[in-house]
């Protein structure tokens, strides 16, 4: 399996796996074995241990039985039964609503919606079933065991619907919960920690990263903290937020700072609902300035959340405004994906990433 | 069978007279004379009294049928080619083995009627009098596509033929046929919208509140379901509590037709447009099949077996039961028939060669019609300080 991967999949140098990052997460130590997995396998692991320790738990979703249009549900239901690991119908707001009846009942519900584009007929399920079920009833119901697990982001070729990155419009409900790994590593220990979390999570996998990403996964059941973010490179002249599949980028552009001599900090969010403001806000008052980076169109993006409570906080700190390297305002294009894309040349030319010395302080 | 018989018949003419029936044959292709053929299979029917199975053609109708049908298959073996060459990104979902519902449909209708359909429209579009040339231009994503390159595979539209495309997300064009039909109903245009959707979307949610819409306030709105048998790979056995798509709508009337038969088709769109007319809302289950799988991503073998796709191919074939119909009825010969389909693949040759010619859109088009120019917002790259661009 390792020499299949090896062979279809480019190995990306992700983020954190090297350059002596300082790793806050409880990962695996010395003595437990390691795999070379990619994104849908580690995804694959994560789901297998989830069943196993949890008899209660069920993943469902369309096209789920035959290990998933990605893969990440392969041999669940030959393992585990057409009774837990089952197809739904063609429904999303059917399907999600049908989870959180299911958590209701104490179970623990993952459902899988096949592309994030689709998520929407099931928004209202989310936001007014879901988020709000354990506040309106007074405690006495929840749907915390819903884990809602959605493939996003850009893929080279998806165009308006296999494309999109719509974390911003969950990040706007408390109540839930917004997962987003970096890798196949985080990916296996947040999912294990987004399946246990007693609160409803919506967790947004990087397609693109599925194959792509390939990374020594830990075999063992292991989590990795919810609202928890990683600093991955540590630097003392600028701070950069990100998430998902958006850090391999942004790593690409700290390299090429290096050069010109700007140290970079890269911090890895994880979770964005509820954030890690302290350790942003600690990183930003060292650094004193502050650049975000995400797929999604600038404007109402999660970027521009963060921007104002780092503001809030860092003011006095700050010596450039806050900048942000986003997607375009315009409908995710078919054509013009490059174009609109967040590259790396834009981040390293924005003014925030330019050497210090030409920055302008308006 | 009528069919059978008349092919018997006609051999036994043809023998013994043939220079002379070169001199007898009706001209090719203007013959409006009324021809009499019978559907391959009755109507099934739910709360309404199906139509008659005798349906009136002419050699004419019989030989565009021929062509139409043969041109849309060209195409999209055309598309097929240039998608595993790279030519064509994204996403590509073909329509071959269903043919016969777009070319019925439009034999029953005017081009004041509307329809709308989801993401396997690129043979919709032909039959709406799209031009091949735009059809390929679009998938190749250039600004010669009828969508301006923008759209894509999934995204064709004509508006002056009423076509309302082409829609990515599975199920969303339900409700929206029925507003179209609403609009119509209300500027009195005796006219009505046909809305296609597919077994897999027979599910969604929006397909209920639709139906529900459209019978509660009389909309000449014509739901049809294109079912293939096949919601991506799930067979519709296993979706479906109640695959018998043409009563899905309960209060409203339905029939079950014979997608690939072009003339069942086409009498089952004319009666739906006149009882829509009068009455409201009504349901088309089409009978049909594809040959490819849901997408070129998608080999089509591995949730149903290579037997059952040539079996269909054989018996069912929608091009091949009107090439028979043709040489039945002595309209024109096998080997006219050939050449037409010759003809056709030239035809379809040339256009692609054409649009691979053409160029893509202008990088200025990123920015363009996201808002109607004057009234949108400035577009912000990557630090609000570059690439600013005000929106056309």
């Keep these: 399996m390792a020499s299949l991967l090896s062979r279809f999949c480019r190995k990306l140098a992700l983020p954190g796996s090297a350059h002596g990052s300082r790793m806050t997460s409880t990962t695996a130590c010395g003595s437990e074995t390691v795999k070379s997995l990619n994104l849908y396998s580690a995804i694959n692991q994560a789901l297998h241990i989830a069943l196993e320790t949890d008899p209660r738990s069920y993943v469902f979703g369309e096209d789920v039985g035959f290990g998933g249009v990605f893969r990440c549900t392969t041999g669940l239901a030959e393992r585990f039964g057409k009774n837990r690991v089952f197809n739904t119908p063609l429904c999303e707001q059917g399907i999600v609503g049908f989870g959180i009846g299911l958590a209701a009942m104490g179970n623990r519900a993952v459902v899988e919606i096949q592309v994030a584009d689709y998520i929407y007929p099931a928004f209202d399920q989310i936001v007014n079933e879901a988020a709000k079920f354990r506040y309106r009833s007074g405690n006495q119901f929840n749907c915390g065991g819903l884990t809602i697990r959605a493939p996003y982001g850009a893929v080279g070729h998806g165009g308006h619907y296999h494309s999109q990155s719509p974390e911003a419009f969950f990040c706007h409900v408390p109540g839930i919960k917004v997962v987003i790994p970096r890798s196949p590593r985080e990916a296996k220990g947040l999912l294990l920690s987004s399946i246990r979390d007693p609160n409803p999570v919506v967790f947004f996998e990087p397609k693109w990263l599925y194959r792509q990403a390939v990374e020594e996964v830990p075999e063992h059941d292991y989590m990795i903290p919810l609202s928890q973010a990683e600093i991955i490179r540590e630097g003392s002249d600028i701070t950069l937020v990100g998430w998902g599949a958006q850090l391999t980028v942004m790593e690409q552009a700290c390299l090429d700072a290096e050069k010109e001599g700007i140290s970079c900090e890269l911090i890895d969010l994880k979770t964005l609902l509820p954030w890690d403001k302290e350790t942003v806000e600690a990183s930003v008052k060292k650094t004193g300035r502050l650049l975000i980076s995400h797929e999604a169109p600038i404007t109402g993006g999660f970027g521009a959340e963060i921007s104002a409570t780092i503001l809030e906080r860092c003011f006095l700190k700050l010596e450039a405004p806050v900048s942000r390297v986003c997607g375009l305002d315009t409908p995710f294009p078919l054509v013009f994906e490059p174009f609109y894309m967040p590259t790396k040349n834009k981040a390293s030319s924005s003014s925030s990433l330019s050497s210090p010395s030409k920055t302008h302080i308006f | ?392």
């Excluded at chain 2, 029917?45 to 005798?54: F, K, V």
């Excluded at chain 2, 079912?227 to 056995?237: I, K, L, P, Q, R």
């Excluded at chain 2, 010619?357 to 917002?377: D, H, Q, R």
Aim: contains cysteine; aromatic residues 8%.
């Design chain 2, 1 to 392: 069978m009528a069919l059978s018989r008349l092919s018997s018949r006609s051999t036994t003419l043809l023998q013994p007279f043939a220079t002379t029936s070169l001199l007898r044959r009706r001209h090719i292709s203007t013959d409006t004379t009324p021809i009499t053929v019978e559907t391959s299979l009755p109507f099934t029917s739910h709360l309404i009294s199906p139509p008659s199975r005798a349906v009136e053609t002419s050699s004419q109708e019989l030989l565009s049928f021929f062509r139409d049908m043969a041109l849309m298959r060209r195409m999209e073996i055309a598309a097929d080619s240039l998608y595993k060459a790279k030519l064509i990104r994204g996403f590509c979902h073909l329509y071959d083995g269903q043919e016969a519902v777009a070319i019925g449909m439009e034999a029953a209708i005017t081009k004041r009627d509307a329809i709308i359909t989801s993401y396997r429209d690129h043979c919709t579009f032909l039959g709406r009098g799209g031009g091949l040339f735009e059809a390929f231009s679009e998938l190749m994503g250039r600004t010669t596509g009828c969508s301006k390159g923008k759209g894509g595979s999934m995204h064709f539209y004509k508006k002056d033929a009423s076509f309302y495309g082409g829609h990515g997300i599975v199920g969303a064009q339900a409700p929206l046929g029925c507003g179209l039909a609403f609009a119509q109903k209300y500027s009195k245009e005796e006219a009505v919208s046909f809305t296609l959707y597919g077994d897999g979307a027979a599910n969604q949610g929006q397909l209920f509140e639709a139906l529900n819409i459209a019978a509660l306030w009389d909309l000449p709105a014509v739901l049809v379901c294109e079912n293939n048998h096949y919601g991506m790979g799930t067979a519709e056995w296993r979706s479906a509590k109640s695959p018998a798509y043409f009563k899905r709508g309960d209060y409203v009337p339905g029939l079950k037709v014979d997608g690939m038969d072009a003339l069942a088709v086409k009498q089952a769109c004319k009666f739906a447009k006149e009882h829509a007319l009068k009455n409201g809302p009504i349901i088309l289950e089409m009978d049909t099949y594809r040959y490819h799988g849901h997408s070129m991503s998608d080999p089509g073998s591995t949730y149903r077996t290579r037997d059952e796709i040539s079996g269909v191919r054989q018996v069912r074939d929608p091009i091949d039961r009107v090439r028979k119909l043709i040489i039945a009825h002595d309209i024109a010969t096998e080997k006219e028939l050939k050449d037409m389909e010759k003809e056709v693949r030239k035809e379809v040759d040339a256009a692609v060669a054409q649009a691979k010619e053409s160029p893509i859109p202008e990088p200025s088009e990123l920015f363009s019609n996201i808002y109607v120019k004057g009234f949108g917002a400035e577009s912000f790259g990557a630090d609000r300080k570059e690439l600013r661009a005000t929106l056309p």
